[in-house]
């Protein structure tokens, strides 16, 4: 089992950047593929990036592509969002997770286990 705490959150301008962190517990973090997901009140839990186990390969939400990155550091045990060009529509409760088996999953579906979310929000 794994634990995940998010941390990096806020209140930016619009343009401005956020990096988003998210600690695990325990010693297998690298055994594990990660995903962000991103929820806004009144609307559904949606994916905005995903890595493998080892870093290698990612994927994205057409909405961030190009201006969000994400990364991990498995001596760490962390994995990254990088945020930049932010809009107001980024405005969310930003989620990591962990997927044991799935690797760039883009459905919650596919992943194990979550974070308690961090807020950022985007001023016009």
């Known amino acids: 089992q794994v634990q995940l705490v998010e941390s990096g959150g806020g209140l930016v301008q619009a343009g401005g950047s956020l990096r988003l962190s998210c600690a695990a517990s325990?010693?297998?973090?690298?055994?594990?593929?990660m995903g962000w997901f991103r929820q806004a009140p009144g609307k559904e839990r949606e994916f905005v990036a995903a890595?493998?186990?080892?870093?290698?390969?990612?994927n994205y939400a057409d909405s961030v592509k190009g201006r969000f990155t994400i990364s991990r550091d498995n001596a760490k045990n962390t994995v990254y969002l990088q945020m930049n060009s932010l809009k107001p529509e980024d405005t969310a409760v930003y989620y990591c997770?962990?997927?044991?088996?799935?690797?760039?999953?883009?459905?919650?579906?596919?992943?194990?286990?979550w974070g308690q979310g961090t807020q950022v929000t985007v001023s016009s």
């Open positions: 997770a962990a997927s044991r088996v799935v690797a760039l999953s883009t459905t919650p579906y596919g992943y194990d286990y």
């Open positions: 325990g010693r297998t973090f690298s055994s594990y593929a």
């Open positions: 890595i493998t186990w080892s870093g290698g390969s990612t």
